[in-house]
Nanobody, 121 residues
Framework: QVKLVESGGGLVQPGGSLTLRCTPSGNIFAVGQMGWYRQAPGKEREMVALASHRSEYTYSDFAKDRFIIIREHGENTVILQMNNLKPEDAAVYFC???????????????WGQGTQVTVSS
């Protein structure tokens, strides 16, 4: 029942913007690192941006100047603001979260179902 709920994907013209959101759902004790990955057809999944629970942010080179990742601590929502989108940004974007479902032990990696981002005129 623990899952990452994603929203915000869609169709945008080149140069446009989209905002993705991801919120952990279920019986979760604590949330560690969260972020976004993407995978285009025929390509490997790649990291887009990561946000630690301390709001320490890491960006891939292609995202550094155009995308912004934000960590909201109340519900542990992670937001990815994507600006100046290019056709090569088209992919399925997956939310990632390192979650504790028990008080003790190690966290487990969780993935969202993926949200499609299409960049086309």
């Amino acid at each position: 029942q623990v899952k990452l709920v994603e929203s915000g994907g869609g169709l945008v013209q080149p140069g446009g913007s989209l905002t993705l959101r991801c919120t952990p759902s279920g019986n979760i004790f604590a949330v560690g690192q969260m972020g976004w990955y993407r995978q285009a057809p025929g390509k490997e999944r790649e990291m887009v941006a990561l946000a630690s629970h301390r709001s320490e942010y890491t960006y891939s080179d292609f995202a550094k100047d155009r995308f912004i990742i934000i960590r909201e601590h109340g519900e542990n929502t992670v937001i990815l603001q994507m600006n100046n989108l290019k056709p090569e940004d088209a992919a399925v974007y997956f939310c990632f979260g390192s979650l504790w479902v028990h008080e003790k032990g190690s966290p487990r990696d969780y993935w969202g179902q993926g949200t499609q981002v299409t960049v086309s005129s």
